[in-house]
């Protein structure tokens, strides 16, 4: 609704979510459109405004006239201070001081009221869900020349409801409590940014297993490729392997533990930190040359490597020229005779 609402509080220290209120509401014309009364806890509800001026009981501010030189504006507040430090009854560190502008004889209208209460029941108004734009000292709210300025708000409404009022208030947003909306507002919104960044990294992880998938994928079509060179089309490597391996045991028995394909799938069982990194697959004679890509973590203990390849009746070699290269082949019955001696 636009327009806004005038709202009589009372003292500080009686401010809850029970106290009744009195208010009116005014159209963006200032025309009055509902006056009434209504505990404060329902008045979010019955007047969904978006702009509450809240007026400050006469007992909870204080208004001075004080006169300051010409000053940047950075430099206002500190001057402010201390005029009213010789006039404020409580340490200045306690209390919320504003101020208007200066007036062209050097004269300046300043407002304090004690921190911690007002802070207090601001708050009370924001767990309210009222949208305060403006907390005036009673004084600032009412026409020049009211004789009653000690006196607050009243129903019914009369003039003193429809006095102009100033741009300035209390309502400085340092001061601003968070209301629970905002707190949970702040909550969502670290979540959201969690669950986004969660998201991103399962995506970024997503496509890291894609790109080794489909790696892996090609090394097994190059490594098909160069064991069946007669494959024209390659759709599934793995099924055309098992294929290939089936017509040579047909065509010529049972393949011999010296062929590619036991010699590879044992190789492979053996090699293992091979998985994912070979560039190039060559069987001849009897012995498999495989090149693996950079980016492997070699084995750490040799020694246990060649142990395990011994379990598989194979032999491993590193290529003492060629980098990245192992030649694999099958231990003959007189090497393995002499291994065990």
Not at 66 to 95: C, F, G, H, K, T
Not at 162 to 169: F, V
Request: a neutral charge; charged letters at 20%; proline letters at 8%.
């Amino acid at each position: 609704m636009k327009g806004h609402l005038r709202l009589s509080l009372p003292p500080f220290a009686q401010i809850t979510p029970q106290s009744i209120m009195a208010f009116a509401l005014f159209d963006r014309n200032g025309r009055l459109m509902r006056s009434g009364e209504l505990p404060l806890e329902q008045l979010a509800d019955a007047l969904p405004v978006e702009q509450v001026r809240a007026i400050l009981h006469p007992v909870d501010a204080v208004v001075a006239t004080v006169q300051l030189p010409p000053l940047p504006a950075r430099r206002m507040p500190d001057a402010v201070q201390s005029s009213v430090e010789p006039m404020a009854l409580d340490d200045i560190a306690n209390l919320c001081i504003t101020h208007g502008p200066r007036a062209p004889d050097g004269t300046v209208c300043v407002a304090w009221a004690d921190r911690r209460a007002l802070i207090a029941a601001w708050q009370q108004l924001a767990n309210a869900r009222l949208q305060i734009t403006a907390l005036l000292p009673c004084e600032l709210a009412l026409p020049d020349g009211d004789p009653h300025p000690d006196l607050p708000l009243a129903l019914p409404v009369d003039a003193r409801w429809h006095a102009p009022l100033p741009t300035w208030s209390l309502a400085n947003p340092k001061w601003r409590p968070k209301s629970k909306t905002r707190r949970w507002r702040g909550a969502a919104l670290w979540s959201g940014a969690a669950a986004l960044l969660w998201l991103l990294g399962l995506n970024l992880y997503a496509a890291q297993l894609r790109d080794e998938a489909q790696t892996l994928h090609a090394n097994t079509e190059l490594t098909l490729r160069t064991a069946f060179p007669s494959i024209g089309i390659i759709i599934d490597p793995v099924r055309q392997a098992q294929g290939q391996r089936d017509l040579l045991r047909l065509a010529n028995g049972t393949a011999g533990e010296d062929d590619f394909m036991p010699l590879a799938l044992d190789a492979a069982r053996v090699l293992d930190f091979a998985e994912g990194h070979l560039a190039s697959l060559h069987y001849e004679k009897q012995q498999l040359t495989l090149v693996l890509a950079e980016g492997y973590t070699p084995p750490s203990n040799e020694a246990a490597l060649q142990q395990a390849a011994a379990v598989q009746s194979l032999t491993l070699e590193k290529d003492k020229d060629a980098a990245h290269t192992w030649h694999v082949k099958r231990t003959d019955a007189k090497e393995a005779r002499e291994e065990r001696r």
